[in-house]
Structures are given as structure tokens and as C-alpha cells.
């Protein structure tokens, strides 16, 4: 194992895209085996030491940044094997879980199948999108990170080696696991006694579930119960073909109408994704694409899978509903082949390009949401948000993932002044979420930025039954503290 002190390098790993400026830690510490990090913690108590786990800073909640604890640095655990396949309709990956998500799917490609989970970020451990139950565009077809993990191996605290196969502990009807551990003993627990809300994505405190299977308690936890050093992910055949669009809309009715019919998917119609740029959003990425018509008041974004002997029949299917919802079908954009869907990409990737670009020039950092709600309350906060930000004067933007009723909202103040007031606003929007039934974080997690916003979601009770669970594996309190769970509550 290796340790480092130097600052020079003790620097990269105080940051990440949370902008939080306060870390600090004695040093990091470079596990190259698996077995290297049960030994860190297992003589954590003798030694004092606490530790934040670290992917690879591409989070924006802080949750890898320590405030006085050492960092293990998961990026030598970086092994991909060959996928292996099942049945021919799956294959399993086994990963160490400091391989970047990239090379995964590029890996997983060349064999001729693909990892369903994409989240923007492409240069994030896969470790960390397990621990963060991660999503993306395709979650709207194929579910977040978890749907995906076959096994996971977990170093807990104690230093146990625990290997978890999906299936092998499940609570059965009396919702209690019970496990027997050569360090840490024997457990025996109930899931947490709080229920999730019925949104389609969420990302925020503790898994529960009747009859739930140990794996999901550990994916989505920000390492908070224990080091995932290792995964088996599920791949599926690459589909034969895509068919990308974006779509342009004069009015938000005819694009929420639009979105709503394709998500019944009637006909042919089927889609993978469904995303969303609003009017503010095409005038950012109009300074590098003139082409977007200036008459637009937002745009979709859709892909669906194909086969060949269907791509025409689909693609009239899309065609029939575009025109019924009076879409600008002729400014609009079609890529059915690999060039032009990679130019695609490459467009829906421009936004917080020029976003960060505008910023740059700015003395303040955005204020964003990540807030989810049931697919008939969307409309209602989608235009909360809209009606807020024009009472305000504030330069703004919403896109995302609008086939799971989940956009961001981008407060871009441009003084001081409007930073403190939109910051002050962010508490109103989530109040209002989580009226309408939704969750306070879909995707990005709740780390240590938004510990204190997931007591209103959960309420005093709901973070101590988190508690509860966290010293059943953690009973020192060493691992990632400060993330999900405010301090304070630890004490109480």
C-alpha cells in the first residue's frame, strides 16, 4: 500500500465539483489490493484514524472531501476483466471499483455488449456510481446503477471481507437480516422503517424495501456503511440500431404533450431517453450551434433502440407523433448513424461547457437542483421553478432528464447580492418537492453539501432510523462521516 503526505498532491484530493474550499487531511492512502484496505480498517480503532473514501472528484456534494480524516484513494483498484457470458441476452463484468465508467463501457462494447448507466461524468469510478446508485439519459428505460449489479464485495469497518451476491441475503417476510461476520460478529437488523417516495429515480438516504436484498442497503449509501472494492455489472447486447432526434417545440404545452405521449409509448414508440433544454438553455448553445431557430421555446432530446428491418417503421411512428404536437419537425435534428449520433453527443454536452464558461467570468457559483417528483406533479414544479426565477431577475436555465419527471434548475446569479437571495430560494424548492411527493436529490446524492436538507425529507425520526443502520456496520464511526447523516445526530 502506498501513503502520501505531500500537499502538492494532498491538494487534488480536497476538491472535487461541489466548490466546497475547506478540506484538509494528515494524508491519503493508495490501497493496490483489496486486502490492503481491510487492514486500514481493521486497525482503525487501535489507530485513531477515520477515513473518507475518494473516487475520482467528479461528484458535486462533497461527499470524498475529508475535514480532518485520512483518504483512501480507490484508483489502483482499477481491474476490468472480460465480460462473460451467460445466456447470450447477459453477460457479467467483474470490476475493481477504481475502473473509470469509461473504459468499462468501452471495454464492455468491443465484446459486443453494453452497460446500460450513463451518467454524464464519464470519468467517474464505477465504485462510486455503485455508491451512488448513479443515472443518466438511459435511466429512463433501463433504471439507475442498481438495476445493473449482480455482486459487490464491501470492506466494512471491522475490516470483514463481506462478497454479496444479489440474492444471497434477503430480510424474508419478517424484514430482518442477520449475518455472521469472523470480526465484527453477528448482526441482526431490520431495514430502515421509512418508505421511499414513488418517483423514478432518487437518490437520497438509506434503501428500503419489504423483503429487500442486502446489496441494495450498500448501493446508494456514499460509502457510509463500507469501502465497495469490487462489482459484477450486468451487461446487455449492444442494440442493433439507435435512432437519435432533437426535437424543437414553439410552445411548452406542445413539448409536455409531446413528452407525456411518448412515454406511453403507443405504436413504435418506445424511447430510451427523454431529456429537455428550455428556452435559456438553446441560447447558451447557440453561441457555438447559430442553427438552433431563434423562434423555440425549448427542445427534446430522444433515443430508441431499433433493429433494422424497423428503423423506418419507427421512425415514422416518431414522425406521426412530432406532428401531432405541432414540433418543428423541419428545424429539427435526426441522426441515424454512429458520425452524426457522436455529433449529437457532442452537442448535449456543450450546455455546462458554456455554462462553466459564463461562470468563469462571473464572482459567484451557481445555485442547482436536483430535485425529482412524481411524473403528474412535474408540471406544477417545473413551473415553480420558472415563475420564481422570473419574480427574481434571475438568469437561469432547466434541463434534464424529463422523462423522469427530474430537471436541473441552474441559478446563475450575476452579483453577490442574487447569489445570497437564490441560495436562500434553493430551501423553497425543496420544500416544494418534497410537498408534491418528490425527493430531495434524484441523482447527484446528498454528501455533505445537503446532509441538513435531507432532515426535512426524512424528519428527525428517519435520520435516526439511517443512524441506526450506520453503527450496525460502523460502529466507531470511521467511515465517510459527515456525509448523508448530519454530525450532530450521532450525539443524540
Known amino acids: 500500500m502506498i501513503y502520501k503526505d505531500d500537499p502538492d498532491l494532498i491538494q487534488g ?169 469472523p470480526s465484527a460478529g453477528t448482526m441482526e437488523f431490520k431495514v430502515p422503517g421509512y418508505h421511499l417516495p414513488l418517483t423514478s429515480k432518487h437518490n437520497a438516504g438509506y434503501y428500503s424495501a419489504r423483503s429487500m436484498d442486502l446489496i441494495d ?110 414540433a418543428m419537425t423541419d428545424e429539427s435534428w435526426i441522426a441515424l448513424d454512429v458520425d452524426e449520433q457522436r455529433a449529437m453527443k457532442t452537442f448535449r454536452h456543450e450546455l455546462p461547457v458554456q455554462v462553466n464558461e459564463w461562470l468563469s467570468k462571473q464572482t459567484e457559483s451557481k445555485i442547482s437542483t436536483d430535485m425529482a417528483v412524481p411524473d403528474a406533479s412535474f408540471i406544477e414544479l417545473f413551473n415553480f421553478y420558472r415563475h420564481t426565477c422570473e419574480k427574481h431577475g434571475f438568469r437561469y436555465i432547466i434541463f434534464g432528464h424529463i422523462g423522469n419527471a427530474h430537471v436541473h434548475l441552474n441559478i446563475l446569479p450575476a452579483n453577490h447580492d442574487e447569489f445570497i437571495t437564490a441560495k436562500a430560494l434553493y430551501q423553497g424548492f425543496v420544500e416544494k418537492a418534497l410537498e408534491l411527493g418528490g425527493t430531495l436529490s434524484a441523482e447527484h446524492g446528498i454528501g455533505k453539501l445537503k446532509a441538513g436538507y435531507l432532515v426535512k425529507m426524512f424528519g428527525d425520526k428517519g435520520i435516526q432510523e439511517m443512524v441506526r443502520i450506520k453503527k450496525i456496520f460502523d460502529p466507531h464511526l470511521v467511515l465517510n462521516m459527515g456525509n448523508l447523516i448530519p454530525e450532530h445526530y450521532y450525539q443524540t
Open 13 to 181: 484530493f480536497l476538491e472535487d465539483t461541489s466548490n466546497i474550499k475547506t478540506g484538509h487531511t494528515p494524508g491519503v492512502y493508495f490501497p493496490e489490493t483489496i486486502e490492503d484496505v481491510s487492514k486500514l480498517l481493521r486497525e482503525s480503532v487501535s489507530s485513531g484514524k477515520k477515513f473518507v473514501v475518494a473516487g475520482n472528484g467528479t461528484g458535486t456534494t462533497g461527499g470524498r472531501i475529508p475535514f480532518g480524516d485520512y483518504v483512501i484513494a480507490m484508483e489502483k483498484l482499477n481491474r476490468i476483466e472480460d465480460p462473460v457470458s451467460c445466456d447470450g441476452n447477459e453477460a457479467v463484468m467483474t470490476v475493481g471499483a477504481g475502473a473509470l465508467l469509461e473504459d468499462i463501457q468501452k471495454k464492455a462494447e468491443s465484446f459486443g455488449w453494453l452497460y446500460p448507466p450513463d451518467p454524464t461524468e464519464k470519468l467517474c469510478f464505477i465504485g462510486s456510481t455503485i455508491a451512488n446508485n448513479s443515472s443518466g439519459a438511459r435511466t429512463y428505460k433501463y433504471g439507475p446503477t442498481r438495476n445493473h449489479i449482480a455482486r459487490i464485495t464491501v470492506v466494512l469497518a471491522s475490516g470483514d471481507i463481506l462478497d454479496i451476491p444479489r440474492g444471497k441475503y434477503s430480510t424474508g417476510k419478517d424484514d430482518t437480516f442477520r449475518l455472521d461476520l
Open 217 to 326: 442497503l450498500f448501493i446508494g449509501s456514499e460509502g457510509t456503511l463500507g469501502v465497495i472494492v469490487e462489482a459484477d455489472l450486468l451487461l446487455i447486447p449492444i442494440p442493433e440500431k439507435i435512432i437519435s432526434c432533437l426535437v424543437y417545440f414553439n410552445t411548452l404545452d406542445d413539448l409536455f404533450l409531446f413528452v407525456d405521449n411518448a412515454k406511453r409509448k403507443n405504436k413504435e414508440v418506445d424511447p430510451r431517453a427523454l431529456e429537455f433544454f428550455d428556452r435559456n438553455s438553446l441560447d447558451f448553445l447557440r453561441k457555438v450551434y447559430p442553427e438552433i431557430p431563434v423562434n423555440t421555446a425549448g427542445a427534446v432530446f430522444f433515443e430508441q433502440e431499433t433493429g433494422q428491418e424497423k428503423e423506418e417503421e419507427t421512425l415514422e411512428a416518431w414522425f406521426e407523433l412530432m406532428e401531432s404536437f405541432n
